[in-house]
């Protein structure tokens, strides 16, 4: 099992950043990708950010490239998205998740979730 706890949620204005946080415990964090997604209010869970198991492999949903960056630091066994020039339609719900293989955009891949931490960015 990996337990997974998202923190750095809040309000912010458009244009704002925040930085979210993904702590994993359980079992050995490199041996899983981590993908980053979200879900707005009335709105199916949408693919936001991965990072394989070493950092070397990276994806982003397009709409979130040159805005968005994902990161993880293994020794810390934390996943970090740092969100930059946000704007009111990245409102959502954000969660993390651990993959044991091949990292992915896909949700079905993923084999464990966080609680999810609250993103609202203000008009």
């Known amino acids: 099992q990996v337990q997974l706890v998202e923190s750095g949620g809040g309000l912010v204005q458009a244009g704002g950043s925040l930085r979210l946080s993904c702590a994993a415990s359980?079992?050995?964090?490199?041996?899983?990708?981590m993908g980053w997604f979200r879900q707005a209010p009335g709105k199916e869970r949408e693919f936001v950010a991965a990072?394989?198991?070493?950092?070397?492999?990276?994806y982003y949903l397009d709409s979130v490239k040159g805005r968005f960056t994902v990161s993880r630091d293994n020794a810390k066994n934390t996943v970090y998205l740092q969100m930059n020039s946000l704007k009111s339609e990245d409102t959502a719900v954000y969660y993390c998740?651990?993959?044991?293989?091949?990292?992915?955009?896909?949700?079905?891949?993923?084999?464990?979730w966080g609680q999810g931490t609250q993103v609202t960015v203000s008009s």
């Open positions: 998740a651990a993959t044991p293989r091949r990292t992915t955009r896909y949700s079905q891949e993923y084999d464990y």
């Open positions: 990072i394989s198991r070493s950092g070397g492999n990276i």
């Open positions: 359980g079992r050995t964090f490199s041996d899983y990708g």
